[in-house]
């Protein structure tokens, strides 16, 4: 009878961690083909439209011989350069070099304006591409938390029955069918709740968890002698 007790509250941990194990891949899953898109659009569009940028002031020079900023008087700062730096490496990952063999790719303040847009754009695109799929992880989540969590009447059985039976917690099937019935829960849903509550006990007390552990050992010691001497 024990061991079909066992062998209960092992099917059913085991049942709730593969179903934790899916949920949490698709959830990965998820993840990554979000990085993917991100990627993509940094990587092509964002770089597409810098590029175009670029294309056209070096039209604009070639036509009026002037470059960009000149006559202005402005100046760029260390910091200013330093960001420059940082948003030319955004795109790829060689330092100072656009990837495409134009050179070192220095922003202009209307390409800066243009990638701020941009990355606003994509956060919007893809926040909208991803709400349905968001909320429906979060409801998820919200419903895995609502389902561990017992009722506080519920909770207060299951804690008092542990508490008057604390030198040894382990109901037998006649206490679970019973608890079952003052409850309303499923027998899965007491054998899940006496695991995790003896899991809780042995690491707020690990002395009383050698004492569990010796209690089982004698016992199983007594049993195999009895089927000894039958």
Same mark, same amino acid.
């Given at each position: 009878m024990a061991a079909a007790a066992a062998a209960a509250a092992a099917g059913g /941990?085991? =049942?709730?961690?593969? $179903?934790?194990?899916?949920f949490m891949t698709h959830f990965v899953l998820l993840l990554c083909s979000f990085k993917e #898109?991100? #990627?993509?659009?940094?990587?092509?569009?964002?770089? !597409?439209?810098?590029?175009?940028?670029? !294309?056209?002031e070096q039209t604009l020079q070639s036509? +009026?011989?002037? =470059?960009? %900023?000149?006559g202005t008087g402005a100046t760029m700062s260390d910091d200013e350069d330093n960001q420059v730096d940082s948003e030319s490496n955004m795109f790829d990952g060689n330092e100072g070099s656009d990837g495409m063999g134009? %050179?070192?790719?220095?922003? +202009? !303040?209307? $390409?800066?304006s243009l990638v701020e847009r941009v990355r606003? !754009?994509?956060?919007?695109?893809?926040? #909208?591409?991803?709400? $349905?799929?968001?909320?429906?992880?979060? $409801?998820e989540i919200m419903r895995k938390r609502r389902a561990g969590k017992l009722p506080g009447d519920t909770a207060s059985t299951l804690k008092a029955w542990w508490q008057a039976h604390s030198k040894w917690p382990y109901p037998t099937e006649e206490d679970k069918a019973r608890l079952v019935q003052e409850t309303g829960l499923q027998l899965k849903q007491i054998n899940n709740w006496f695991i995790n509550q003896r899991k809780r006990n042995w690491h707020s007390n690990p002395a009383s968890s =050698? =004492?569990?552990?010796?209690?089982?050992?004698?016992? +199983?010691?007594?049993?195999?002698? /009895?089927? #000894?001497s039958w």
């Amino acid at each position: 009878m024990a061991a079909a007790a066992a062998a209960a509250a092992a099917g059913g /941990a085991q =049942s709730g961690g593969e $179903e934790l194990d899916l949920f949490m891949t698709h959830f990965v899953l998820l993840l990554c083909s979000f990085k993917e #898109q991100l #990627q993509q659009h940094v990587r092509v569009h964002a770089m !597409e439209a810098v590029m175009a940028c670029w !294309e056209l002031e070096q039209t604009l020079q070639s036509l +009026t011989g002037a =470059s960009p %900023g000149e006559g202005t008087g402005a100046t760029m700062s260390d910091d200013e350069d330093n960001q420059v730096d940082s948003e030319s490496n955004m795109f790829d990952g060689n330092e100072g070099s656009d990837g495409m063999g134009f %050179g070192p790719l220095m922003l +202009t !303040e209307g $390409e800066r304006s243009l990638v701020e847009r941009v990355r606003q !754009e994509l956060k919007h695109e893809l926040k #909208q591409g991803y709400r $349905e799929k968001l909320v429906d992880i979060r $409801e998820e989540i919200m419903r895995k938390r609502r389902a561990g969590k017992l009722p506080g009447d519920t909770a207060s059985t299951l804690k008092a029955w542990w508490q008057a039976h604390s030198k040894w917690p382990y109901p037998t099937e006649e206490d679970k069918a019973r608890l079952v019935q003052e409850t309303g829960l499923q027998l899965k849903q007491i054998n899940n709740w006496f695991i995790n509550q003896r899991k809780r006990n042995w690491h707020s007390n690990p002395a009383s968890s =050698s =004492s569990d552990k010796s209690k089982r050992k004698r016992n +199983t010691a007594g049993d195999g002698n /009895a089927e #000894q001497s039958w």
